[in-house]
């Protein structure tokens, strides 16, 4: 089985997030806690979280034409949708 765009897309990647300020306007920096390099920004955390899915669909584009290894989430449980959730359970990936 090849591994797509959409495979990588459905891991359950932890994200971080940041609010920095600059010249007095706040703007939020989001990042994949296993793909550091990877990030998004915006003026709210819906634009950095955005452009963080670009971002990783760009680089996870030219890692799969590059044959380049794609990191796996550390993390071992998915990511529940709403806030207050409990994890939604133990995941494996599919090699």
Do not use: C
């Not at 306007?25 to 990030?39: N, Q, S, W």
């Not at 709210?44 to 799969?64: P, S």
Request: net charge negative.
């Amino acid at each position: 089985m090849t591994n797509d765009l959409a495979y990588y897309q459905s891991l359950p990647y932890e994200r971080e997030h940041s609010m920095r300020l600059e010249g007095g306007e706040g703007y939020y920096i989001v990042r994949l806690k296993d793909l550091p390099a990877v990030a998004g920004d915006g003026t709210t955390l819906g634009e950095a979280t955005e452009d963080l899915r670009a971002a990783f669909d760009e680089l996870v584009m030219a890692w799969l034409a590059a044959g380049t290894p794609i990191p796996l989430p550390g993390r071992g449980f998915t990511v529940p949708a709403e806030p207050g959730q409990a994890p939604l359970g133990e995941w494996e990936p599919s090699r």
